[in-house]
């Protein structure tokens, strides 16, 4: 099993920004792509970013240019920079990581709200 605790959600006006730090724990070692999935009230879950274990990463269109993904391997952990932030960027931030057998792993979710 493997445990996503993330951090870094709250409430920023538009324009502004915020960092999203999610720490995995447990059986990290087979994980090989890590990131972050967003939900909005009525809406699906969306694509945020993920990163794979080669440092390739991959973002959703509404978020490309101003959201950034990263890591630091040493304390296993995944970061989001969201710089830029909308007013549609609210919604519930879930940290996920996934193996090579494609078994994936949800954090609690973290909320962000951007005021106009």
């Known amino acids: 099993q493997v445990q996503l605790l993330e951090s870094g959600g709250g409430l920023v006006q538009a324009g502004g920004s915020l960092r999203l730090s999610c720490a995995a724990s447990?059986?990290?070692?087979?994980?090989?792509?890590m990131g972050w999935y967003r939900q909005a009230p009525g809406k699906q879950r969306e694509l945020v970013a993920l990163i794979i274990s080669g440092g390739s990463t991959n973002y959703g269109d509404s978020v490309k240019g101003r959201f950034t993904i990263s890591r630091d391997n040493a304390k296993n952990t995944v970061y989001l920079q969201m710089n830029g932030l909308k007013p549609e960027d609210t919604a519930v931030y879930y940290c996920?990581?996934?193996?090579?057998?494609?078994?994936?792993?949800w954090g609690q979710g973290t909320q962000v709200t951007v005021s106009s």
């Open positions: 447990g059986s990290i070692a087979s994980i090989n792509v």
């Open positions: 996920y990581a996934r193996n090579p057998l494609l078994v994936g792993f």
